[in-house]
């Protein structure tokens, strides 16, 4: 059930859920203080992991059968509306970052690093391990704090935002592994990424509980919608934890769109998954980039995905920029080969 319905819940050390603090409901992974709380809660949490406090949709998700998918970010649909690299240069710019630098102690992550996204525009971010890719995208979204220079979403700087507001500001994003409520269904799992915008009021529960009910079945409509939009509605009862790898990556991108994001972020989406896998995951970003005009910023090591995908393409390297450009000029960038791309044997 969703927000509003009270029951009684596994004990707490029963699999899938940890004894804590403030989280209900937590999956296995999450790190809080431990301590014991009564056997009646609200079936949704109190309060979110902080990891999915940002969006509580997050992670990213692959695997539905699209339309075909051309490459460049072209479908093969008649009357679609196309997203030319001419009018997206015209367009407002959703994230901008200027000058951005990162340090954990001694250790400098990133280095006056600046990156930008237009609206409408799918933009990669890529670079070697460790450059840094992953620390700005958790910089962007407040959960690590930036030493120097700005960050802008839709024109509002971000300095002084709590990371639980971000979701709020229309800012949604994944993480490299997956964070599942394995289980709850598919269909709570997406309902959580309209989570700020329904609310888990306990007392509107027990107080008006018609009320709570609308808003929960209000709630259950639009996951489904979005279930529809990424091709997993049948599966919206079955539990999040029976589903195969991909099918689970897909749903964390579906619980992201029902926060109602302006811009997507996406760390490593495609990673473990098949070649066929890969290719549906790019009928599934271009659609939705399409049908939403949403901005994406994709962090992927498959280069084949990354060059045919994106409009433009940030490249980090030790924590700095490196390059910057559209696909073709990545790859004959001489810079870009020696520090990552390498040259065919």
């Known amino acids: 059930m ?29 790190h809080s203080q431990d ?24 992670q990213s998700g692959i695997g539905c ?11 093969a649909s008649e009357g679609r509306k196309s997203v030319s690299n001419s009018s997206i240069a015209e367009v407002r710019l959703v994230l901008e970052a200027r000058d951005v630098s990162v340090q954990f102690g001694g250790v400098k992550a990133l280095t006056n690093v600046s990156v930008s996204v237009k609206a409408g525009e799918i933009c990669g971010l890529i670079g ?58 598919v269909l709570e799992n997406v309902m959580l990424g309209a989570h700020h915008q329904f609310g888990g009021k306990f007392a ?21 919608a979005v279930l529809e939009e990424v091709g997993m509605a049948e599966l919206a009862p079955r539990t999040a934890g029976s589903l195969p790898y991909p099918l689970q990556k897909r749903m964390e991108i579906a619980r992201a769109l029902a926060a109602e994001p302006e811009i997507l972020l996406l760390d490593e989406p495609a990673g473990g998954l098949t070649h066929g896998e890969v290719h549906e995951f790019g009928s599934l970003v271009d659609g939705i980039r399409r049908k939403r005009n949403l901005s994406i910023l994709l962090i992927e090591h498959h280069m084949g995905l990354v060059m045919s995908l994106c ?17 073709s000029e990545i790859k004959s960038n001489d810079a870009v080969i020696a520090a990552y791309l390498g040259k065919a044997a």
């Open 128 to 185: 070697p391990n460790g450059a840094g890719k992953s620390t700005f995208l958790n910089a962007a979204t407040r959960l690590v704090n930036y030493t120097s220079g700005s960050i802008m979403l839709g024109g509002q700087p971000l300095e002084g935002v709590a990371s639980r507001e971000m979701i709020g500001m229309g800012i949604a994003r994944t993480f490299q592994n997956l964070g599942i409520y394995a289980s709850m269904t």
């Open 2 to 30: 969703f927000v509003p319905v009270i029951e009684f819940l596994p004990h707490p050390a029963s699999q899938g859920f940890r004894q804590s603090r403030r989280h209900v409901l937590q999956p296995d992974g999450m």
């Open 35 to 58: 301590v014991p709380f009564g056997a009646i809660a609200t079936r949704l949490m109190l309060d979110i992991p902080k990891r999915l406090r940002i969006l509580i949709g997050i």
């Open 65 to 75: 059968q699209q339309e075909k998918w051309t490459g460049r970010g072209e479908t």
């Open 311 to 327: 409009d433009r393409i940030v490249v980090l390297h030790l924590g700095r920029n490196l390059a910057e450009g559209t696909p």
């Open 204 to 224: 509107q529960a027990i107080f008006a509980p018609s009320r709570a009910r609308a808003v929960e079945r209000s709630a259950r409509e639009k996951a489904m």
